[in-house]
């Protein structure tokens, strides 16, 4: 089932930097072609605000970012 999603795969040559080994692999995929996911450290959190009821608003901000 998951074959059927991937269109094809490209994989390039490993580099090593500093004792650490990485490689970079593209996914490309049926319909919407390779996409690039955001590393979650660098999204800023948005305060979350909560209107309870008329006149009270109740915010929220995480104190840190789980990783």
């Known amino acids: 089932?998951?074959?059927?999603?991937?269109?094809?795969?490209?994989v390039y040559h490993a580099e090593k930097q500093d004792g650490i080994t990485n490689q970079r692999v593209v996914i490309y995929y049926n319909c919407i072609g390779a996409f690039d996911v955001p590393d979650r450290r660098r999204i800023p959190e948005a305060?979350?605000?909560?209107?309870?009821?008329?006149?009270?608003?109740?915010?929220?901000?995480?104190?840190r970012l789980a990783v």
């Open 1 to 10: 089932m998951v074959a059927e999603l991937i269109d094809h795969i490209e």
């Open 47 to 63: 305060d979350i605000i909560m209107e309870t009821k008329k006149g009270v608003a109740l915010s929220y901000a995480p104190e």
